[in-house]
């Protein structure tokens, strides 16, 4: 201890505290869409867009934007603004979107919704537009020949899931064929050289076939052309190709060098059988019924031949090219009075049908 004066210094500090209480709101946004999952192509439908606030405060200036797929068709456009308005807490408000399908396949509609302070939420709608699936196909011989008539079959299928009306099909008449005829109701329609059919509703999974007689009138490659529509103006087309061969075709021409004689008399027949086709003739087989009242003679031709019992039948020609002929004399000896008559057969590998030809001379005595 020392003694003398002591200073004592003392220092207060007063604390102190306060509290408060705030509400702090919050707005949300959400977003759902309402209606079909599948719809078909043509048919309107309607979906309902369902915007809420389940938050604690006020939406301001709430906006609908809906992008509409190509598959789906709004009359305002493919993109969609449809303003709200402020949202209350827990309200909620819902517009309608009316759209037609016009395309088919699986749809995305994306919706989205905006409001003030950046508030965003979105969704997406896969809507499957089911339409039908037209097919069409062209069946007939690959091979043609000019001047012969040929069937051709046009299938008409649905292979889709919801059926098609007022369908209707169309064959174009390629340049070289001329048209003959055509079923179930086909009509020629001379402006476009086209075939048309109605064919009227397919269900899913069914077709129908319609068939046509065409003539070829041109050698080569010729492309036939067909397609079919449906009531929503899906146009669906086939192609077969022909490839058009000429063909053989024999004409016969007999002239007697007299067409009065006496018995007594020798006469000379020419036959002249002439390829006026566009393709060679194969084994022209000739073959000659010769008058009773004449005696042969001999004959002259490209062939070596055979006579007996009246008859004369030549060894086959082995070929005549188109544009050209063959030619074959016969020789015989009137020996009876009356009308006489030659006959004469002529047949090919190349041509379907027989020529059958005559010639008559008088004999007197």
Known sequence: KTRGDVRLDAYVRLTGSTS?????????????????????????????VRVSN????????VIIQAA?????????????????????PGESRQARLSLTAVQGGEQQLAVRVLADGGLSEQTVTSIVVAEPQLAIALAGPKESHVGRAENYILTVSNGGN???????AKYMVPAGFTFVSAGRGGKYVEVDNAVEWFVGTLQPNDSSDFTMTMKATETGELAHKAGVISEHGQVTTCELISNVEGTAALDMKVVADHRELRVG????????????G????????VSCELPAGFEFIAADGPTKYISENGVLVFRSIP?????????????????????????????????????????????SK
Do not use: M
């Open 20 to 48: 408060s209480n705030f509400v702090v709101q919050e707005p949300t946004i959400g977003v759902a869409v309402s209606g079909p999952e599948t719809v078909e192509i043509g048919q309107q439908v309607g979906y309902i």
């Open 54 to 61: 389940p938050g604690t405060g006020l939406a301001n200036n």
């Open 68 to 88: 509409v797929p190509e598959g789906l068709e709004h009359r305002n456009g493919s993109l969609l603004n449809i303003e709200i308005g402020t949202l209350n």
């Open 162 to 168: 919801v059926q098609s009306t007022n369908v209707r």
């Open 265 to 276: 008399q020798e006469i000379r027949w020419e036959v002249q059988i002439r390829n006026a």
């Open 278 to 285: 566009t393709r060679e003739a194969l084994n022209v087989g």
């Open 319 to 363: 070929v005549i090219e188109a544009a050209t002929d063959a030619k074959i004399v016969i020789r015989g000896l009137c020996t009876r009075e009356g009308n006489q008559r030659l006959r004469l057969r002529v047949a090919s590998e190349s041509v379907s049908d027989v020529l059958i030809g005559e010639e008559s001379v008088s004999v």
